[in-house]
């Protein structure tokens, strides 16, 4: 039985004790929280795994917890939400979410989209045994034990899942990945051809690596997908 603590964020009591109720049964341990305002003093308080979490909440809006939890941690965050938008989608992307589900949601999806975060998560934490060292390009490094990123000496914080991206990309400097490619790998789902969620976390990486360096290092071979930059 998986032993992860994920924090349930959910105004909705019945939907709240549903969510809880199906992670539980897999095993999981979970810790619900009502409003954005309780979900930032518990995730300060306590290590969690994951946090499943709505955007329409009382005191912080999901959005604004999004945006704080990513000041520093790297857990995979997963959206469970009826603002279900194309908009409403590309942005909570951006602000750093690695996935959203749209309500109503089906049982079966939430649970295999946290096992699959989780399983690609603790792939790249410290405690899991990689094997693989240090990935370099350029001055560009990457840790795959240390779960770090440095571009031109500075250390570059990342999301897991750009991370993963990352790893990818620089595990295979030559290749060119396919926008199926790299959601096939990194998110284990099948490609159902919305290139939004490729892209954004694509632009959010590059944006990152740019604060640091203003070279390119990762490039786009228009029509195709994108590579490592020579």
Known sequence: MDTSHILVVEDDPDINRLLCKILEGAGYDCRPAFSGSEAELLAGQYRYDLILLDLMLPGLTGEELIAKIRKGRTMPIIVASAKAGLED???????????????????????????????????????????????????????????????????????????????????????????EQLYEQVWG??????????????????????????????????????????
């Open 89 to 179: 989608r590309v942005n909570v992307l951006r602000l750093g979410a690695d996935d959203f589900i749209p309500k109503p949601f089906d049982n079966a999806e939430v649970l295999a989209r946290v096992q699959a975060q989780l399983r690609r998560y603790k792939e790249f934490s410290p405690a899991g045994d990689t094997g693989s060292g240090l990935l370099v390009h350029g001055d560009l490094t990457l840790d795959r034990e240390g779960v770090s990123v440095t571009a031109a000496g500075q250390a570059v914080s990342l999301t897991a899942r750009e991370f993963e991206i990352l790893a990818l990309l620089m595990g295979h400097p030559r290749k060119v990945f396919t926008r």
């Open 189 to 230: 789902g099948e490609y159902m051809g919305d290139d939004n969620t490729v892209n954004v976390h694509i632009s959010n990486l590059r944006a990152k690596l740019a604060r640091a360096s203003d070279r390119e290092y990762i490039k786009t071979v228009w029509g195709i997908g994108f590579k490592m930059a020579d």
